[in-house]
């Protein structure tokens, strides 16, 4: 007979767990590939705007390949602790559907906000410079 009063989760099959880590990493992954794009593009139209503004030589896309380059590693990180936390939170849906939420919050916050700070950075010591 059953039990009354007394809850025990079901036992989450080792396929299934497989398919939430995997679906978990897909869904971080294009995030990260997405947010990549847009910060490739921010600094495209933005940064490297106000650095044309200073200088018409080679320094603008030299600094976009480096800005670019800068911002992989980081993005790796995030994509590697994202899978340390999929596999922690595995069995528990609802916690693991909150933490990829936060982690593509950062995700679109960095990617947005690094090449806005980074104009304003620019601009800043172009204005300083000049004046």
Do not use: C
């Amino acid at each position: 007979m059953g039990t009354t009063g007394s809850f025990i989760p079901a036992r989450t099959s080792e396929s299934e767990r497989a398919i939430r880590i995997e679906a978990a990493h897909k869904r971080i992954s294009n995030a990260v590939a997405y947010g990549l794009m847009v910060y490739t593009a921010l600094q495209i139209f933005l940064t490297m705007r106000a650095l044309e503004e200073a200088d018409n030589t080679l320094l603008p896309m030299l600094a976009l390949v480096a800005l670019v380059g800068a911002i992989i590693p980081l993005y790796r990180r995030m994509e590697k602790k994202w899978d340390a936390t999929a596999l922690r939170l595995v069995d528990d849906p609802a916690a693991l559907a909150q933490a990829l939420t936060r982690a593509r919050l950062t995700i679109w916050a960095v990617s947005i906000g690094l090449p806005l700070l980074v104009t304003v950075v620019i601009e800043g010591l172009l204005a300083l410079i000049a004046g």
